[in-house]
């Protein structure tokens, strides 16, 4: 009260001043109340970063590049991006069975050692008629199952009729599996009519039980829609309570009792009977626990809210304006480091849904560091109805659906709602290298985690570590997808100066090219090197692609980069000791380098975001047909040298 009266006497005395105000003058009380207001509303409310006014925080101040599939961000160092699913129209024995394209919304389990993914599938559109939920697994996460159907498309009972406005029944799901605590495993999806599968529109949510052996109990309905007539006797599948396994009974009502995971269903069914215990949700939820013990609900469209009660209530969802999305799908975990990371597109614009980037956060409260996790945007090669560009709806591994070995982050998406995509993120989460890099990978597992490098591996251009048959250790960089390449990626020390050495070896070379770019950390590429089907290297110099030399399809050549960002930029490259090119120019000027690029294909800038998005178009030309292998190997790739 004391600080109150010595700021409103404070106050009182600068109206004086200014306007010469006598001290027992009518108007001193209103103008000294006026200003007291407008101070009032300047300053910042009492601890409202990390409080139901704003639950989180990113201050990084970087932002994204929207001109650039990478978007101008430095790179989570490590990661792995694996395709574990390709669609394909003409040959469904190459794809999903079927041969439908739309693939979207997967979830992401690890249960009985081994990783379970499921994902939506329609023909060709998003929420058109036929729709399905198949499922794949993997041991490694690197090798997985065919796509096996779990949730069929709906079929009514007979003589149940379709209603009046809908064009058939669809699936959709912000919820894919459930550990129990009995230990019992549960996948789960929501059937409903098209277009709008939603609340009145909706039909019910089904269960079914995954054993250990692979097998799959039946289907049953474990919740109709609130807003909907549908029951036990006009619907397709039984109620879960009537099956005779009472650990099955005991896991699904584990699971209705949870009201936290539960909230993941609002969207599509908002309990019109009471059934949840807070009505305001916004669409697709996760979450994650601070070490306060508050829980942290995050939404699409940057809203976020906090819970004291483990989810039974949140505050009112607010939009958190610092983290820049649309309506694609925000995801927050914590990390086994004890730390915070949350991923999302940050782009304000659905049909362009790239860069996949991820913050971190020490506290769950303030956020930092924008990073890479998904810079590669390939071409859409279906049309499809609100198929978005880049990836999609990346989820992780909710809290109590598992944990696989090591400290690795994993998550799941959809790449321009047509392909089915995993990846592992390192943790701690980094982006800075502080030594050199001597990478011969002798002492790395055949088959394994390739460590420090950020790798791009679809199905038909896959990467991996193999040995040679002389017992050298290598990466090996495989090519047979027209449209599409595999990358690896090694982050070093950011410097003014580098010597850069590494070996390469052609295998066999058909449809691509190889590419080697020296790059900084916006992903700008002064030095590009080309080993071209023509058989010939060829080299920047300035903005011309200088051929250098013939190399021959079997042979290991030594490469060495001297590169140094000083008077515009210059750099000498080294063939097996012979020098090739001498301070010729880069291709552009750059303050710094951090990075060395190996791809099986030419640099890509499309789609970008001038690319219509629902302009329709014929499936791209051989699509679906693989091509003649291309095949790389990198080996002893050594980096020193820098100066800053």
């Not at 929501?190 to 709008?196: A, N, S």
């Not at 539960?262 to 697709?284: C, V």
């Not at 449809?511 to 023509?534: A, E, Y």
Request: glycine share 8%; with cysteine.
């Amino acid at each position: 009260m004391k600080t109150r009266i010595i700021k409103m006497r404070g106050v009182q005395k600068f109206i004086q001043f200014v306007y010469n105000i006598n001290s027992d003058s009518v108007h001193l009380e209103k103008y000294t109340l006026i200003i007291l207001f407008y101070l009032l509303l300047l300053q910042p409310a009492n601890g409202q970063t990390g409080s139901i006014k704003e639950p989180i925080r990113y201050t990084g101040g970087v932002t994204i590049d929207p001109t650039s599939h990478e978007a101008g961000l430095r790179y989570a160092i490590g990661v792995q991006n694996i395709q574990t699913m390709r669609a394909n129209r003409t040959h469904p024995e190459l794809g999903d069975g079927y041969g439908w394209t739309y693939s979207h919304a997967s979830n992401l389990a690890y249960w009985n050692g081994q990783f379970f993914q499921q994902y939506l599938s329609g023909v060709a559109d998003e929420h058109i008629s036929p729709v399905q939920t198949l499922l794949i697994t993997s041991k490694n996460g690197k090798d997985w199952s065919f796509p096996k159907v779990i949730f069929p498309p709906y079929e009514a009972p007979q003589g149940v009729k379709i209603p009046e406005g809908s064009t058939g029944y669809m699936m959709h799901q912000r919820m894919g599996f459930y550990v129990a605590p009995n230990g019992r495993f549960l996948t789960l999806a929501f059937y409903g009519h098209t277009e709008d599968p939603f609340r009145e529109n909706g039909i019910g949510r089904v269960v079914r039980e995954i054993y250990k052996d692979g097998t799959m109990g039946p289907i049953y309905f474990i919740r109709y829609d609130s807003e909907s007539p549908w029951n036990e006797t006009n619907t397709t599948y039984p109620f879960y309570k009537k099956s005779k396994d009472r650990g099955f009974i005991a896991a699904c009502d584990s699971l209705l009792n949870d009201k936290l995971k539960t909230l993941q269903w609002f969207e599509e069914d908002n309990g019109a009977d009471g059934f949840y215990s807070f009505n305001k949700s916004e669409q697709a939820f996760s979450w994650y626990r601070r070490n306060d013990g508050k829980t942290v609900g995050l939404w699409k469209h940057s809203y976020a809210a906090l819970s004291d009660d483990e989810g039974h209530t949140f505050s009112d969802p607010v939009k958190v304006n610092t983290l820049v999305m649309s309506g694609g799908k925000m995801w927050g975990q914590t990390t086994e480091d004890g730390n915070y990371a949350i991923s999302y597109n940050p782009i304000d614009n659905s049909e362009y849904r790239y860069p996949m980037a991820i913050v971190t956060s020490e506290d769950g409260i303030i956020y930092d560091n924008l990073l890479l996790v998904q810079a590669e945007v390939p071409p859409r090669r279906f049309y499809g109805r609100w198929k978005d560009f880049g990836p999609c709806y990346m989820r992780g591994i909710s809290q109590g659906n598992g944990n696989p070995p090591g400290e690795d982050m994993w998550m799941t998406y959809s790449m321009n709602k047509e392909d089915i995509w995993i990846c592992r993120i390192p943790v701690p989460i980094k982006y800075k290298v502080t030594e050199d890099v001597y990478d011969d990978f002798e002492n790395l597992t055949v088959g394994g985690t390739i460590t420090n490098w950020n790798t791009y591996s679809p199905k038909w251009a896959k990467m991996s570590l193999i040995q040679e048959k002389n017992g050298n250790k290598c990466i090996e960089m495989n090519d047979e997808d027209l449209y599409d390449y595999s990358r690896a990626i090694r982050v070093f020390k950011e410097g003014t100066e580098l010597e850069a050495s590494f070996k390469i070896k052609v295998q066999s070379m058909d449809t691509t090219q190889f590419d080697i770019d020296v790059t900084d950390r916006f992903g700008n590429r002064p030095v590009q090197i080309t080993m071209g089907k023509d058989g010939f290297i060829r080299a920047s110099s300035g903005s011309e692609m200088k051929p250098l030399m013939k190399f021959e399809v079997g042979k290991w050549y030594n490469f060495k980069i001297e590169v140094n960002t000083a008077n515009l930029g210059s750099y000498s490259l080294f063939v097996d000791d012979t020098m090739v090119l001498e301070n010729t120019p880069t291709v552009m000027t750059v303050k710094s380098i951090e990075r060395l690029s190996f791809r099986t294909g030419a640099f890509r800038a499309l789609p970008n975001r001038d690319t219509p998005n629902e302009d329709f178009h014929p499936p791209l030309t051989d699509a679906d047909e693989k091509h003649n292998l291309s095949s790389y190997l990198i080996d002893d790739v050594f980096i020193s040298s820098i100066k800053k």
